[in-house]
Structure formats: C-alpha cells, structure tokens
C-alpha cells in the first residue's frame, strides 16, 4: 500500500502532485471509497460533520470527495461486521484510493481491527490511502495521550503501520494546543521519531521510503 498521510488533506500542487506520482494516472481515472469512521469517535464532530465530508460541503475547502474522482463511495468501518467480507472485500480491493477522513485515530483503529481492513492493508500492494489528520495518525506506532479523545485514560497504540508518529495541525490559527512548543512536549513522550506538520504537509511512503512533501511548516522530532 502507497500511503499519503496528511494533516488537512490534499491542499496544494506538492501535495496533489505526490498523490498522481501514487496513483499513476489521472485522478479522473481513479475510484475512490471515502471512510468517514474515524469522526463517530471525535466529540468535536457530529452527524452534521460527517455530512458535510461526505457531501463535500465544508466552506471553503477542498474535501476528500472533491478531487474529480472518477468515482466516490462510502465504506462506514462500524457497518463492515455486519455484512461480511464476502461482500466488502471486492469493494475495496477494486478501489483506486482509500480516502480516510480524520476524526478520532483510536476509534478509528479498533474498527479497522474489528471490521477485518487492518488485516487486508498488506494485500493492497496497488492501493493509495490517503489520510487526513486522524485518517493519517491511525497508521503510526502511537499518537500520544493529548490526541486520545475515545476512551480517555486508554491506550495511544495504533496500527504501526510506518514507525514514526504525526503530530498534525502544527501552528493551527486558534489551536493554542498545537503549537511548536505543544508539539515538542508531545514528542518527548513518543518512544519514537516523530514529525510534527501543518495542514500544507503531507509525508509520502512508498515501498518504506519516506519523504516530506510540503508548501508549509514540518519539523522533524526526536531524530
């Protein structure tokens, strides 16, 4: 799996340019499934929130959905137990891109686990996961207590697929607990490099190589 991991999504050139390298073709070509999952577990959001991303109808942004994709679906993480792999697991491995919006990462976690997708990510050789703040920490080792909204006082542990940790939104305007100082703190609590970046940053792995992608601000932690 090729994996663009964000903190707000794909927005600018560097960022939309790394995700066409992924892809290797246009986006228009591409069948995307949207994953909502990871806002059920966030207080901050609501079913309001997870319509306006799944509708593409936040003000001002560009959203997941609104790329020009040849096609969007829903997958909903929490439905999957349900219905068997029998009939999602075709869904998914036709998919071009998942597109796994940000939210609450534990929670998003423990549905991967119980819905079966954490167990298929290594056969989607082929696949890109395109993760936005949440959508992107839940691929990393841990992401720290601040970050724990579900299960407050419960393990930071998420599905360590890459070996570092995200500490997104960095220098946010009005979000006094991200700052560069806040994410320093947060680091010399992570058993582990970490990189803390702002919402014009992603980070790129593909086949183990990492790399910065950026029009913002990142630092590297614990290096």
Known sequence: MKLLLTSGGVTNDAIR?????????????????????????????????????TAGRWPGETGLVDLGW??????????LP????????????????????????????HWMRESGLADVLPSLADTVWV??????????????????????????????????????HLDYPGWDENTSDAARRWAAKIAGPAYAIDDQT????VDGAVEVVS?????????
């Open 202 to 205: 992603a980070i790129s792995v």
């Open 131 to 168: 993760g936005v703040s949440a959508g992107s920490m839940v691929m990393t080792p841990r992401i720290g207590p601040e970050f724990v909204d579900w299960r407050p006082g419960g393990s930071d542990e998420t599905l360590g697929v890459v070996d570092f940790s995200i500490f997104p």
């Open 70 to 79: 040849k096609s969007v679906g829903l997958l909903e993480l929490t439905a």
């Open 82 to 109: 349900s219905i068997g792999g029998d009939r999602w697991m075709p869904w998914v491995q036709a998919a071009d891109v998942l597109l796994v919006d940000g939210g609450e990462a534990i929670y998003l976690a």
């Open 215 to 223: 029009e913002g601000r990142w630092t590297a932690l614990n290096t």
């Open 17 to 53: 340019s790394a995700l066409l390298a992924m892809l290797g073709k246009s986006i228009d070509e591409c069948d995307a499934l949207l994953i909502p999952t990871a806002q059920w577990g966030q207080p901050a959001c609501s079913p309001q929130t997870v319509w306006m991303s």
